[in-house]
């Protein structure tokens, strides 16, 4: 289900580097991708791979200093219709696009509400913020809300403080924090990862329902590619604070044109294949052989080469660019042409 | 609420008794007494000193001074003072209320110091400003409170001589107190307060400031004032609604257990403003070892600790939603 409507966000050569005392860590380099209204895009990557800098960059939530966006555009459309640049917007532009035309939740539930305030203030503060409503009806709106995603009794716990409610509960909450001003676009930084399982399934499910009814897009960040092939339209694959491919989720899932996309999609557990069946041999778990590199120190080539098994002289030399490999499939991989041929030889 | 009160109430018994006993010996256990001036004094007969020793109860062993002074003392008589010749809560009282508006001010003006610049260190964490406060304040912190407390009087001094402003540089209240109406005796009080209450304000502020300070800084990073900032809410929300008030719940916790030590913080300005606090008062009777009255004094330091982790206990519960009173 591909959505062929107007792009809502572009990210165009996004940089965003961090002084350090030891040296500048380039945690966004060079990050190009877009969203069109109404889809689901999952960033994904190991942890220190830039997904979530990227996803800070968008909102202009980087601690500057030490951050900073050194170059590169962040072009969005509003609920408005105006398209704005968001890197160069003025800082009171930026506080009313965030909350309203932008949201976002967090993957930490239990420590991104307030302790001191109710979650109905909480809520209710974004609705003043944006809506031009006075304490009372923003309350109203916060009730309604609660009583929207899900939350029995909402009457009653909207006057309860953070504490009060579960870690489900919680997320919840911030998703109704996050929508209550009708987003365009909703950045859900990991929303699930601090979650129990159950409970995951339960958040992802609400997400796609309430998708669906508000009409907004969500550029979901994960590590998690089970949870990508349940949510996500189009992922983007991120590696050493770069893009190494991009495409359509069938597409990438069955065809993976990068080697990092190949090993993670080869260490997501299957039944059968890693439990001891009796009889059988055992099966093991494939992981991907050492550690994401140091961002102080990156290889001068292809950043993933110290770790791939299809490693050549040649990949050390440049950074590989990111080649479009046919129906939007992206990848910066300067074999990705041997695995597609390895692809349709196996298929064929 | 009620039971609560109660509870500390009982809770605070033997804190109390442990209190009152300490300092009931330690006392004790300094060589001689009250009376030994009066014993090296030969004009003074072994009659009439036996007759002293038996009125002031100095010739029972100290453990029965102590039940006797223990089973008056819940009655609320607090004992004689061997020096003033009177009950020892009447004379040690207006004293420590002296203390404590002098300690309350003090108080007042040392959050009112500490917490803009302990925020603004936070806020702007080391510009030019954050540092150079860092640089006054530890200077500041530095001096022994009374001796800059000289410094200040003798700069007054100047600035009367130059201006021939009536700055107080001494005292509670000034000539004609009596005449004034009750409104101007409370602005000459509040007039005399000021400058002692400041210079000990500004000379403990480096403490409290970085506390708050690095408090701060520690909830500025924190998940909830980047969901505020996702919210939209501007600089000024993101730091006193969502930063702030998180940040003072330790410094609100530790408000009860200031009250005695600002107290005795004080005693160093008392002497030197020549203001008519307990510390003067506690420092003769030291010396002259008028038992009851030290003893009295240090019961209600207790108490006022007390009391004051009561008050701090029930400020945290209004402030913090997830400490309940009970």
């Not at chain 1, 503060?125 to 009794?153: C, S, W, Y």
């Not at chain 1, 309860?160 to 924090?177: D, F, K, T």
């Not at chain 2, 602005?187 to 506390?211: C, F, M, N």
Request: hydrophobic share 45%; charged share 15%; proline share 6%.
């Amino acid at each position: 289900m591909t959505h062929q409507g107007e792009v809502l966000l572009a990210v165009n050569g996004l940089k965003t580097y961090f002084n350090t005392d030891d040296g500048v860590v380039k945690s966004v380099d060079g990050v190009t991708f877009h969203i069109n209204k109404g889809e689901t895009l999952a960033v994904v990557g190991e942890s220190g791979s830039g997904k979530s800098v990227t996803s800070l960059s968008v909102m202009r939530l980087i601690p500057m200093p030490p951050g900073k966006i050194v170059e590169g555009e962040v072009l969005f459309t509003g609920k408005d219709g105006k398209q704005k640049n968001l890197v160069t917007l003025p800082e009171a532009e930026m506080r009313k696009i965030r909350g309203n035309d932008i949201s976002m939740i967090f993957q930490e539930p239990m420590t991104s509400l307030n302790p001191v305030y109710t979650v109905g203030d909480q809520i209710a503060e974004a609705v003043m913020l944006h809506q031009n409503k006075n304490k009372k009806d923003a309350m109203v709106v916060a009730t309604d809300m609660l009583r929207f995603v899900g939350i029995p009794a909402p009457e009653k716990r909207v006057n309860e403080y953070p504490h009060q409610l579960s870690g489900g509960m919680r997320q919840r909450v911030m998703i109704a924090m996050a929508l209550s001003c009708k987003p365009a676009l909703l950045i859900a930084d990991e929303p699930t990862t601090a979650l129990d399982v159950t409970i995951q399934a339960q958040i992802l499910d609400l997400m796609r329902k309430l998708q669906s009814e508000v009409g907004m897009s969500i550029l979901f960040i994960t590590h998690n590619l089970g949870v990508v092939a349940e949510m996500a339209d189009r992922v983007v694959v991120m590696y050493g604070g770069r893009v190494v491919e991009e495409g359509d989720v069938v597409e990438i899932f069955k065809a993976p044109r990068h080697p990092y996309t190949m090993g993670l999609l080869n260490s997501i557990p299957r039944p059968g294949e890693y439990v001891h069946v009796p009889g059988q041999p055992k099966g093991r778990l494939e992981a991907i052989p050492g550690n994401v590199p140091n961002p102080l120190n990156l290889p001068v080539g292809c950043a993933f080469e110290p770790r791939c098994k299809f490693a050549v002289p040649d990949c050390s030399k440049a950074v590989p660019a990111l080649e479009d490999t046919g129906q939007g499939h992206m990848a910066r991989c300067i074999r990705w042409r041997e695995f597609d041929q390895a692809q349709h030889e196996v298929s064929a | 609420m009620i039971p609560f009160l109660l509870r500390r109430l009982v809770q605070s018994i033997p804190t109390l008794l442990l209190a009152s006993l300490l300092i009931f010996f330690v006392i004790q256990l300094a060589p001689g007494d009250f009376l030994t001036p009066a014993k090296l004094n030969p004009n003074i007969s072994s009659e009439q000193l036996a007759a002293l020793e038996r009125n002031f109860g100095l010739d029972r062993p100290a453990w029965q001074q102590y039940l006797l002074w223990m089973g008056n003392m819940f009655k609320g008589d607090f004992g004689l003072s061997f020096q003033y010749q009177q009950p020892v809560l009447d004379i040690i009282w207006p004293r420590i209320l002296n203390s404590l508006y002098l300690a309350v001010m003090s108080l007042v003006l040392f959050y009112s110091i500490a917490i803009p610049l302990g925020v603004y260190g936070a806020v702007r964490q080391n510009s030019p400003g954050d540092n150079a406060i860092n640089v006054v304040l530890y200077f500041l912190l530095g001096f022994p409170s009374f001796f800059l407390a000289l410094i200040v009087i003798y700069f007054i001094l100047q600035l009367r001589n130059a201006t021939g402003l009536d700055i107080p540089i001494g005292g509670m209240t000034s000539n004609n107190f009596d005449e004034l109406p009750v409104f101007g005796q409370m602005l000459d009080v509040l007039k005399h307060l000021i400058i002692p209450a400041l210079v000990l304000a500004i000379s403990d502020a480096a403490g409290l400031t970085r506390v708050i300070r690095g408090q701060m800084l520690e909830v500025m990073r924190s998940d909830y004032v980047r969901t505020a900032r996702a919210k939209g809410v501007s600089e000024r929300t993101a730091i006193w609604k969502h930063t702030f008030r998180n940040a003072i719940l330790p410094i609100v916790a530790g408000i009860g257990g200031l009250l005695p030590a600002l107290i005795s913080g004080v005693g160093f300005l008392e002497v030197v403003f020549a203001y008519p606090g307990i510390t003067p008062m506690l420092l003769t009777a030291i010396g002259t070892q008028d038992l009851y009255l030290i003893a009295g004094f240090t019961v209600i330091t207790t108490v006022l600790l007390i009391v004051g982790n009561v008050i701090s206990d029930i400020l945290l519960a209004v402030v913090d939603p997830r400490v309940k009173v009970a």
